[in-house]
């Protein structure tokens, strides 16, 4: 059974800061790319940032420049760091990962049960 949790989500100001956490558990043999995705009431699950194994990043352009993704591979965890927040960033934050279990030849892609960040304005 592979997981993957998700942590450090809250209630900030507007220009505040929060750190995510997304940890993968089970037995894995690897993890390709991750990423994190936010879905606001209403609105589609959308792309916020990932990274690939190598450290390749890639940003949605809304949050270019407030938004640090990062990961320890030792650890099978990911971050994103969000700087700047603004009310638009309200949304529940999930991560994704595409991992490979001890025994399967193929990745298939997991997603956390999601963390609500909340900024007030």
């Known amino acids: 059974q592979v997981q993957l949790v998700e942590s450090g989500g809250g209630l900030v100001q507007a220009g505040g800061s929060l750190r995510l956490s997304c940890a993968a558990s089970?037995?894995?043999?690897?993890?390709?790319?991750m990423g994190w995705y936010r879905q606001a009431p209403g609105k589609q699950r959308d792309l916020v940032a990932t990274i690939a194994t190598g450290g390749t990043t890639n940003y949605a352009d809304s949050v270019k420049g407030r938004f640090t993704i990062s990961r320890d591979n030792a650890k099978n965890t990911m971050y994103l760091q969000m700087n700047s927040l603004k009310s638009e960033d309200t949304a529940l934050y999930y991560c994704?990962?595409?991992?490979?279990?001890?025994?399967?030849?193929?990745?298939?892609?997991?997603w956390g049960q999601g963390t609500q960040v909340t900024v007030s304005s």
């Open positions: 089970g037995i894995i043999f690897s993890i390709g790319t």
């Open positions: 994704n990962a595409a991992i490979v279990r001890l025994g399967t030849p193929t990745p298939l892609y997991y």
